[in-house]
């Protein structure tokens, strides 16, 4: 009870950090209809990024944790959103009017680029980045207890705040009207003064900061990465949004929870050597039986 109770924790920071990096990718296909591959990579490079800003504070003598945390946080996502903007002139403007494969190629190959300039710049070695919240916190008692560290509780609180920002965003404000209004018809929400182009530039840029939020978070909850997690991170969380429903913002957190649940589960249950063949059958069984994902809408053409 206690391994069960343990892993469902486990799972849900894990979920979230997929869900975040999710968003970004069924963000970027809402409103153009492609996926970002480079996405994963811009969550990586915040990785570093964060531990750079934690190790600059340091030096400058912020004794405070939570200040050094919140600091690199800001400075993180305001570089990192740079990268997705950067990503999305280089990589997508250039390329809108062509058919559906040549952006597809221009993404897989920035992805190459940013992992090969991390690789060379900080090297292939993994980093590790300081421990700042070291405590623990206790649920229940006997064979039932759970325990969640102090990063894992910022990661929930950091899920939710960025979740809810995003919504409100999204159905509040004029840019989130802009924003739904160029996923539905992009001709007439030019026509009807809609600056689509940067719209399309401020979804990217939205999208990168959710990324670069998970991962600064995500390093300190395990202490170390190297230039490849983007890699990995980016085929789970683009899962997640399959899963949930490429296109759902809601549907990109939900996939990510559960693929985050049913790995952690079937790690600490089963065998954690097998845990992403069973996370990727989870994903083709909905997909048989809901082809649009948990929360997806098939897709209408336009005549």
């Not at 591959?37 to 915040?46: C, D, K, N, P, R």
């Not at 690789?119 to 070291?134: C, I």
């Not at 609180?157 to 018809?185: F, N, Y």
């Not at 983007?230 to 969380?237: E, R």
């Amino acid at each position: 009870m206690e391994i069960l109770g343990q892993q469902l924790i486990n799972g849900l920071i894990l979920g979230s950090v997929y869900g975040l990096i999710a968003i970004g990718y069924t963000m970027v296909y809402g409103i153009i209809g492609m996926i970002n591959f480079a996405h994963g990579e811009v969550y990586m490079i915040s990785a570093y990024l964060g531990a750079i800003f934690l190790a600059l504070a340091a030096f400058f003598g912020v004794n405070s944790a939570p200040v050094a945390l919140v600091a690199a946080l800001v400075l993180t996502v305001a570089i990192i959103a740079v990268y997705g903007f950067a990503v999305e002139r280089t990589a997508y403007r250039p390329l809108r009017g062509s058919g559906r494969l040549a952006p597809l190629i221009s993404a897989i190959g920035m992805s190459l680029v940013l992992q090969n300039y991390v690789q060379l710049s900080q090297g292939a070695r993994d980093k590790s980045v300081a421990n700042l919240f070291g405590g623990v916190v206790r649920f229940g008692q006997g064979m039932g207890a759970v325990q969640v560290t102090h990063i894992q509780l910022i990661i929930m609180g950091a899920t939710l705040v960025s979740m809810a920002g995003l919504t409100w965003i999204v159905q509040k404000t004029s840019l989130g009207r802009a924003c739904r209004a160029t996923e539905q018809d992009p001709t007439m929400a030019a026509l009807l003064g809609i600056h689509t182009d940067r719209v399309i530039s401020i979804v990217f840029v939205l999208g990168s900061a959710l990324a670069g939020v998970a991962g600064v978070l995500i390093s300190l909850n395990f202490g170390s990465f190297n230039f490849f997690i983007g890699f990995v991170a980016g085929i789970k969380a683009f899962t997640a949004a399959v899963l949930g429903g490429i296109g759902s913002l809601p549907g990109a957190m939900l996939g990510g929870l559960i693929l985050g649940l049913s790995e952690s589960l079937f790690a600490g249950l089963v065998n954690s050597d097998y845990k992403d063949v069973f996370a990727f059958s989870l994903l083709v069984l909905v997909l048989i039986f809901r082809p649009t994902g948990l929360l997806g809408k098939p897709s209408l053409e336009k005549i």
